[in-house]
């Protein structure tokens, strides 16, 4: 590290992404990095010292050379790099004296706790902060981290396009999951219904939601449907009923979701039922629609997919439904489907399935053909 350095430090070095995940670093190497960096600070425009053990001393070396006005670092990812909510406190401070950087904010996997996500929202209520990504996964966040963000979002609402603060995602032993809970949906709500909220991306996974928290977001995005992209709920208990709350803001001719994921989230037939309505009413922005693993759909599930599918306005290209309980009869169903509507599904994912290759002989022809546009078929 500490030669790497002598070369950023260079005048000539006009580096602008610097990646340096699990090499093993320390805080020593944060030291040597914001020295080096504090003299040729205003090429760099993404830093990843993902998944090295910097702890909250790394980081408050690091602040030295976010805090150079000459700074103008745009992406600073710092995941499982054993943080605490002290490093919060840091950057709080620091990022205040330059808000205009960075605009993306990893720090995923880190013990930062409730506690840490209150010093964060001191910076994000700044009108001059635009951070415009902020990912929080498995950080040990509860429903009152949704309480102070919405708080500080609903003041200053505008720059923040992708949340996510997602669970399940870190192999690390010291990380806890984000247990959200409806109540701490319910808080994000006030934010998402705020007419200056501009979010795209959010991603809620396996945050121990339920139906009611379906509920909320659907009333909250039928207000302020126009911005969200993506919707990631996967693994949480949402069931049917939950699935019926959020089709109430599907079917909302300002919705212009484009991805949808709910995988495993414990769905049967009856989902397919009303996506299916609810997305024929307002078909042409899915592209991507994830039920993975959810067993229960079953081939009547897809027969009534299928309905959406083979809908002239219907625009999705990738479909999963991996570990489903599918039969061939699934098989003839999608083949049906896509001869009715060929021009724009590219990926079916059907693995786990229990499939040979008999049962998906039609849609393999169909991979094969010209007219369609099915580009990977999975199944095995």
């Known amino acids: 590290m500490k030669h790497l350095c002598g070369f950023l430090e260079s005048p000539g070095c006009k580096l602008e992404t610097l990646s340096l995940m699990d090499c093993g670093l320390s805080e020593i190497s944060c030291d040597y990095l914001a020295a080096a960096l504090k003299s040729n600070p205003s090429h760099l425009r993404e830093l990843d010292l993902s998944s090295n053990k910097l702890q909250d001393s790394g980081v408050k070396h690091l602040c030295d050379l976010l805090e150079n006005p000459g700074c103008k670092l745009e992406t600073l990812r710092l995941e499982c790099c054993d943080l605490s909510e002290i490093s919060c406190d840091f950057l709080e401070a620091v990022l205040n004296l330059n808000p205009s950087y960075p605009r993306e ?33 498995d950080c040990g966040l509860s429903e009152i981290s949704c309480d102070y963000l919405a708080a500080a979002l609903k003041s200053n609402p505008s720059h923040l396009r992708e949340l996510d603060l997602s669970s399940g995602y870190s192999i690390s032993s ?21 007419p200056g909220c501009k979010l795209e991306t959010l991603r809620l996974s396996d945050c121990g939601l339920s139906e009611i928290s379906c509920d ?36 909302n001719p300002g919705c212009k979701l484009e991805t949808l994921r709910l995988m495993r989230c414990g769905l049967s037939k009856i989902s397919c039922d009303y996506l299916a309505a609810a997305l024929k009413s307002n078909p042409s922005h899915l592209r991507e629609l994830g039920l993975t693993f959810n067993e229960k759909l079953q081939d009547s599930g897809v027969k009534r997919l299928c ?37 724009h599904l590219r990926a079916l994912d059907l693995q786990s399935n ?14 094969q053909s010209p007219d369609y546009r099915l580009e990977l078929l999975a199944w095995s």
């Open 216 to 251: 909320y977001l659907a009333a909250a995005l039928k207000s302020n449907p126009s911005h969200l992209r993506e919707l990631e709920l996967s693994y949480n208990k949402l069931q049917d009923s939950g699935v019926k709350h959020l089709c109430g803001f599907l079917e």
């Open 307 to 343: 309905g959406f599918l083979e809908s002239p306005g219907c625009g999705l290209e990738t479909l999963g439904l991996d570990g489903c309980g599918l039969s061939k009869v699934s098989c003839d169903y999608l083949a049906a489907a896509l001869k009715s509507n060929p021009s």
């Open 105 to 137: 904010v990893d720090l995923s996997a880190n013990k930062l706790q409730d506690s840490g996500v209150k010093q964060l929202c001191v910076l994000l209520e700044n009108p001059q902060h635009q951070i415009e990504t902020l990912r929080l996964m």
């Open 174 to 194: 010291t990380t806890k999951n984000n247990k959200l809970q409806g109540s701490g949906v319910k808080h994000l709500c006030g934010f998402l219904e705020n």
């Open 354 to 367: 229990k499939l040979k290759d008999p049962n998906v002989k039609q849609l393999s022809d169909l991979q």
